[in-house]
């Protein structure tokens, strides 16, 4: 078996130190022209690589994170998460990514996987508001940021959006174009950011004296076919919402496949207004109106904020705690009541 080429092998080909070789590796400043020029050639004639292992030994640091989300198949963490690994490779880190299915106990698992593969730190995008496990870490000072999520209580970084006004929004838009039978698709209320959509949803209802019916309120697990069953069941009764506010884009889609079957027609007969802005959501054949959760900066933030505390450069005495405003983007999926 041909051996590895070392970095002794660079400076003997290039004719210069092994700390030459190490310095333009790490980009050093300082190193003239033509020495660069031949040790990248030597380089590129060698066939050499670095050895990460011996470097993340070297620098006590392996430039890996880990980066968590809750449901790869929906296109918000999807979209969130390319966000992240983009700039981190630019940057020159390494993300693990791992799926939980919103479950507790995998989302444990991952963080115990991560941790002993030696991660400089965890990017969190779905966790249990009452998660002591988030708290055991950001006590311990392990760098963690959470985005479109958080936990109850002071001990978290996290970058996310107002949600209990997103929901408020939401529903105004709803009720200023006349809806008052307005159905609610949300998830489990362990999730902080769905519960403060909840409190949004209940204080426009109020604001405007529309009773709550918890007849048309859906709150149990992420499923395209459960919460599509539920819509059609609802499109079906004699009484049926005129609007449904639905608490992710994914799941609105779900509500558009119910009315379509319903022959029902979008915004004529039913409207529609959705949470996330996911990509497939500005669509021509689709235009769904919608609350944007700004994933770009969200999951750009949530990056950043997080490097900052690897690399030392941020304090983590007082936690990280940034707050997105929400923005109504008004597509074709809502219109006035009949």
């Given at each position: 078996m041909k051996s590895r080429v070392s970095a002794y092998d660079v400076a003997r080909k290039a004719g210069v130190s092994q700390s030459t070789v190490s310095r333009v590796l790490n980009n050093f400043p300082h190193i003239k022209e033509g020495t660069k020029k031949k040790v990248l050639a030597a380089i590129e004639e060698l066939g050499f690589t670095r050895d990460e292992i011996a470097r993340s030994l070297a620098e006590k640091k392996t430039r890996t994170i880990g980066l968590i989300i809750g449901d790869i198949t929906n296109p918000f963490f999807a979209e969130s998460a390319g966000v992240i690994m983009g700039k981190a490779a630019e940057l020159e880190y390494d993300v693990i990514i791992c799926n939980t299915n919103h479950q507790d106990d995998n989302l444990e698992k991952s963080i115990k996987m991560l941790i002993?593969?030696?991660?400089?730190?965890?990017?969190?995008?779905?966790?249990?508001?009452?998660?002591?496990?988030?708290?055991?870490?950001?006590?311990?000072?392990?760098?963690?940021v959470l985005y479109n999520s958080s936990i109850e209580g002071n001990h978290a970084n996290f970058i996310v959006l107002d949600n209990e006004k997103g929901a408020y929004i939401a529903v105004k838009h709803l009720v200023e174009l006349g809806h008052r039978n307005i159905a609610y698709i949300s998830g489990p209320s362990k999730f902080l950011t769905l519960h403060q959509r909840d409190i949004g949803y209940k204080k426009a209802l109020g604001e405007y004296g529309i009773p709550y019916n918890q007849r048309l309120i859906y709150d149990r697990e992420f499923s395209y076919r459960e919460i599509y069953q539920f819509a059609y069941k609802l499109l079906c009764s004699k009484d049926k919402p005129t609007s449904f506010f639905v608490t992710s884009d994914q799941m609105a889609l779900a509500i558009l496949d119910a009315a379509a079957n319903h022959n029902l027609e979008v915004p004529k007969d039913v409207s529609v207004i959705g949470f996330d802005d996911i990509n497939i959501s500005s669509n021509q054949y689709i235009g769904l109106t919608t609350i944007s959760q700004k994933k770009e900066t969200m999951a750009s933030l949530a990056l950043e904020k997080l490097l900052l505390l690897i690399e030392g450069k941020g304090s983590i005495s007082m936690p990280i705690q940034v707050v997105l405003e929400p923005k109504l983007i008004i597509r074709k999926t809502t219109g006035r009541a009949n």
């Open positions: 002993g593969k030696r991660v400089d730190g965890i990017i969190i995008a779905a966790v249990n508001r009452y998660s002591k496990k988030i708290k055991e870490l950001y006590e311990a000072q392990f760098p963690v």
